[in-house]
């Protein structure tokens, strides 16, 4: 069995995201959804390297970035847990995202003052 997920990205003349759009049909997911924003990783096992694409679109703005990093690094800590096992990595992780997303916070009401 095979399971497709889509991404569809519109690019304007400088080749920045306009648009990005994915479905999951396999996932619940049959209509196409809007996103401002997005992190892609891939592992390859023979070359033991990480893959990404990271896309945002002009529309995203810090304050939504800040949030995305937050909730994909507090994220990542759980999927690192249950591959892992590792409690004391996912709490460390979880802590790191709490103190990224604060200074982060900070840092744009500081420079919006």
Known sequence: MKSQINIQVELAE????????WTAPDGGVPDWQKSKAMLLGLWDGEEKSAMRIDLWT???????????????IFGMADTYLRATRNEEIAKEMKEFAKSFLKKASDALEKDGK
Do not use: H, S
């Open 14 to 21: 400088d080749k920045m995201p306009v648009n990005i759009e």
């Open 58 to 72: 002009g529309k995203m703005m810090v304050d939504e970035m800040n949030d995305f990093f937050y909730q994909t």
